[in-house]
T-cell receptor
Framework: NAGVTQTPKFRVLKTGQSMTLLCAQD?????MYWYRQDPGMGLRLIHY???????AKGEVPDGYNVSRLKKQNFLLGLESAAPSQTSVYFC????????????????FGPGTRLTVL | GDSVTQMEGPVTLSEEAFLTINCTYT??????LFWYVQYPGEGLQLLLK?????DKGSNKGFEATYRKETTSFHLEKGSVQVSDSAVYFC????????????FGSGTRLSIRP
């Protein structure tokens, strides 16, 4: 199993340009997440999905859109990139084991480093 | 809302030293607690977790005990190695839908040979 993969690994954009980050998982996980990692701030949740065709906002959703057309894929879009979106983006997935739900482990991709000039 | 506070880094130790990274949390109810580790150039991976009070999570020589009375989940290792150099994140997940996780800001650990 490849686990969680992310495409691309690196990208440089100019302000105002658009792009889509792709996340794919082969573990048949129901839940998927997009985070951004900034120095000294840990990881912050952008959007998440609890199943195919469903998405929800996380802590910092502004400026981003997502889609989950297929269970194994979760796309993160930037319609008009801004320098404040320079960050490392991580995708993660998890499988709900039932019960409290809060015990589930998340599995992370290797990240995408995005620079917006 | 729920939050996690962990000691700021960077932390630099010599090989075979004892490690403690402090972590405290604020949450309603009884969250699950995690330590994730990020090696250079990689994504995060689960190091250990504890799902109820007094549970001890352990892995690769690391340990952390869920202390409800002090709302803490400190990470410890008796003898660190150069290969333990990484960023360590304390995190919690409450009784919410979608198993969302709240992360601390991370502690960078460097081990000198």
């Amino acid at each position: 199993n490849a686990g969680v993969t992310q495409t691309p690994k690196f990208r440089v954009l100019k302000t105002g340009q658009s792009m889509t980050l792709l996340c794919a998982q082969d573990m048949n996980h129901e839940y998927m997440y997009w985070y951004r990692q900034d120095p000294g701030m840990g990881l912050r949740l952008i959007h998440y999905s609890v199943g195919e065709g469903t998405t929800a906002k996380g802590e910092v959703p502004d400026g981003y859109n997502v889609s989950r057309l297929k269970k194994q894929n979760f796309l993160l879009g930037l319609e008009s990139a801004a320098p404040s979106q320079t960050s490392v983006y991580f995708c993660a997935s998890s499988y709900p084991t039932g019960g409290s739900g809060g015990t589930d482990t998340q599995y992370f991709g290797p990240g995408t480093r995005l620079t917006v000039l | 809302g729920d939050s996690v506070t962990q000691m700021e880094g960077p932390v630099t130790l010599s090989e075979e030293a004892f490690l403690t990274i402090n972590c405290t949390y604020t949450a309603t109810g009884y969250p699950s607690l995690f330590w994730y580790v990020q090696y250079p150039g990689e994504g995060l991976q689960l190091l250990l977790k504890a799902t109820k009070a007094d549970d001890k999570g352990s892995n690769k020589g690391f340990e952390a005990t869920y202390r409800k009375e002090t709302t803490s989940f400190h990470l410890e290792k008796g003898s660190v190695q150069v290969s333990d150099s990484a960023v360590y994140f304390c995190a919690l997940s409450g009784y919410s839908s979608a198993s969302k996780i709240i992360f601390g800001s991370g502690t960078r650990l460097s081990i000198r040979p």
